[in-house]
């Protein structure tokens, strides 16, 4: 099952950027250490670990693309070695969309949850609140991904929130609310690229004019 369709151009997009500038990312929070002792040693040390975090990441890149791959081992490893680097937020992202394909929903669930203690960042935050919430439904914690679709707030987010508490309320049985918030996405602009959508919507009109 494949929950992340609507998101993995967003994801892609933030790892290159990290992969691109992340050592560039480095030097510039060091800029503010010129007057410290051992500046260059220093500076080297964390060019050095960045590059080894990023030859790890596209060695566990490389391992998740088989379709026999158990990451548990080479995830902990890397964290282990790399658990600093932002590069850690994005093998447990990789992790938990493998954990996913196999049905290994909480195993998914505590990477996911790992990846979300790893940043601060609201954009990415809202990325990965929804991946929790899309698997609290599948492991039918409804409560649960209530409460995390409720704490996202960013708005770039309002659509696909609104859709999720769709599912979260059709799961329960509950059709009108369901179809309430499938609108409220439809109405952020949900319907753009997103054929599930509609037919969420159409489905709910259909049994609507049914029962009538």
């Known amino acids: 099952m494949e929950i992340y369709s609507t998101e993995e151009q967003q994801v892609e997009a933030i790892k290159k950027y990290w992969h691109d500038n992340g050592t560039q990312i480095i030097v510039g929070a060091l800029l503010g250490l ?6 260059n040693q220093y500076v080297d040390s964390k060019i050095e670990a960045q590059e080894a975090a990023s030859a790890a990441y596209d060695q566990f890149i490389e391992k998740s693309d088989s379709a026999d791959a158990n990451l548990s081992s080479e995830l902990q490893q890397f964290v282990d070695a790399h658990g600093e680097s932002g590069y850690a937020i994005f093998v447990n992202l990789v992790a938990a969309r493998k954990s996913v394909e196999d049905n ?7 990477e996911l949850s790992a990846a979300a203690k790893l940043t601060t960042d609201q954009t990415l935050s809202g990325l990965i609140a929804t991946r929790i919430a899309r698997v609290n439904i599948e492991l039918k914690q409804y409560d649960a991904a209530l409460t995390t679709l409720n704490a996202i707030k960013d708005e770039g987010y309002k659509s696909r929130v609104a859709e999720l508490k769709g599912d979260v309320y059709l799961a329960q049985g509950n059709a009108d609310k369901a ?8 109405d952020a602009g949900g319907l753009t690229g997103n054929t599930l959508l509609k037919m969420k919507l159409d489905d709910l009109a259909l049994s609507s004019e049914v029962k009538g």
């Open 34 to 39: 010129g007057g410290f002792f051992a500046w």
């Open 104 to 110: 290994k929903f909480e195993q998914a669930l505590s």
């Open 179 to 186: 179809r309430v918030e499938y609108q409220a996405a439809a």
